[in-house]
């Protein structure tokens, strides 16, 4: 028996938790169906997400993408398609590959494993991303050397503490819905062992009956833990922080059953939320908006 996985119509970080919500009471080799096919639009956090989700299935899952041909067209530029084949039993319909993206596409869906891959992934932005920064965003030309070293900390997380492989993709749009301007926004999720278990690992680590997911991103996020003992391990997140919060940005990360996030005055997020529906490894998203001049 498959069980149908329904996916809504608009995917992003929070409207992912109800797929979430739906597989999570489900065994690991429990056949799923997940059913995109009336689903228009998508955030890379909700795209990677996705893939993570493919990753955690002991039975392979079946797939079932857009209807919509802008919509299949565009998460086919994504590279989403490109790795879904390799996670998914796809059905329905599946957009051809075409070389070269479109600009909002500012890194396609690319796996992290290896430090390699993420020098790779810097390597490949840096071009990009001081147009799109300075042009676009109207961000100080500094900003295009931070904003390389946060992607860098991002994807550098996965091959410290996950594990396992994961997924990096950076995108800018119009984000109508809350500011009415454009952003860019870095996605990185993986299915590893995520921030509890990683700083479970650090020796000398106590663990008190309070300990759980929540603690543990309040841990790493806000006071700077980190499973490494040598002095400066550890501060990737930190830097993390001080980027988003000098340019008015918001910084969410997911991993167990929480998600904890530095808010920013734009946006209406809570800065911890607990109790959802346990998801393995972690999940960072990073959202920097368009700067408004000063008149």
Not at 139 to 163: G, K, Y
Request: glycine share 8%; with cysteine; aromatic share 6%.
């Amino acid at each position: 028996m498959t069980t149908v996985i329904n996916v809504p119509p608009s995917l992003d970080a929070e409207t992912i938790e109800q797929v979430l919500d739906q597989v999570a009471p489900l065994p690991r080799d429990q056949k799923v169906l997940i059913d995109a096919r009336h689903t228009r639009w998508a955030s890379p956090y909700a795209l990677t997400t996705m893939l993570t989700l493919g990753q955690t299935r002991a039975e392979r899952a079946a797939f079932t993408g857009p209807e919509n041909d802008d919509t299949a067209s565009y998460w086919g530029r994504t590279g989403f398609y490109k790795h879904a084949e390799q996670i998914f039993d796809l059905h329905g319909h599946v957009p051809r590959a075409r070389n070269g993206g479109e600009s909002s596409v500012l890194l396609e869906i690319t796996p992290v494993a290896k430090s390699e891959d993420v020098h790779d992934v810097v390597e490949r932005i840096q071009q990009k991303a001081q147009a799109i920064l300075v042009n676009e965003l109207h961000l100080d030309p500094q900003a295009t050397m931070r904003f390389a070293m946060t992607l860098s900390e991002a994807c550098q997380n996965i091959v410290e503490h996950a594990q396992r492989g994961g997924w990096v993709a950076v995108q800018t749009y119009t984000w109508r819905q809350r500011l009415g301007r454009r952003v860019v926004q870095i996605a990185v999720c993986d299915a590893g062992i995520g921030f509890r278990a990683s700083l479970e690992n650090a020796q000398g680590r106590r663990i008190t009956d309070r300990w759980d997911d929540g603690m543990a991103l309040e841990d790493a996020v806000i006071r700077g833990v980190s499973r490494f003992r040598d002095p400066g391990r550890g501060q990737g997140l930190a830097g993390v922080r001080r980027f988003v919060g000098k340019w008015d940005g918001k910084l969410s990360i997911r991993s167990g059953t929480a998600r904890i996030a530095i808010v920013p005055s734009w946006d209406e997020d809570v800065p911890l939320a607990e109790d959802l529906a346990p998801f393995p490894g972690a999940q960072i998203q990073i959202t920097i908006p368009e700067r408004i001049p000063p008149r």
